[in-house]
């Protein structure tokens, strides 16, 4: 069992940044991909970011690419999605989710843990 914790989240101002972060405990997200969503009320939870756990590779959704980064900490144990130059558009809950497996997927129904949610809000 994988618990996730988000953090992070909060009020920024567009062309703002912030940066969210995800830690696992209860086992090490070695063996897993995590990934990063959002949720705005009324729609689905949309995947904007992945990362394996071994080898570091990462994917990224159109709409987050060149300003998103994300990243993984060993030591911590810990994922870290870096939100710069952040739009109105980006407003939204944000979970991150672990997938048991060396694949990063997109679609949410393949992950097995998920995060509480943070939420993001970006002011015109």
């Known amino acids: 069992q994988v618990q996730l914790v988000e953090s992070g989240g909060g009020l920024v101002q567009a062309g703002g940044s912030l940066r969210l972060s995800c830690a696992a405990s209860?086992?090490?997200?070695?063996?897993?991909?995590v990934g990063w969503f959002r949720q705005v009320p009324g729609k689905e939870r949309v995947f904007i970011a992945g990362?394996?756990?071994?080898?570091?590779?990462?994917y990224y959704a159109d709409s987050v690419k060149g300003r998103f980064t994300i990243s993984r900490d060993y030591t911590k144990n810990t994922v870290y999605l870096q939100m710069n130059s952040l739009q109105p558009e980006d407003t939204a809950v944000y979970y991150c989710?672990?997938?048991?497996?060396?694949?990063?997927?997109?679609?949410?129904?393949?992950?097995?843990?998920w995060g509480q949610g943070t939420q993001v809000t970006v002011s015109s």
């Open positions: 989710a672990a997938d048991y497996g060396t694949r990063t997927s997109s679609r949410a129904y393949e992950y097995d843990y």
């Open positions: 990362v394996t756990w071994i080898g570091g590779v990462t």
């Open positions: 209860g086992r090490s997200f070695s063996g897993y991909a």
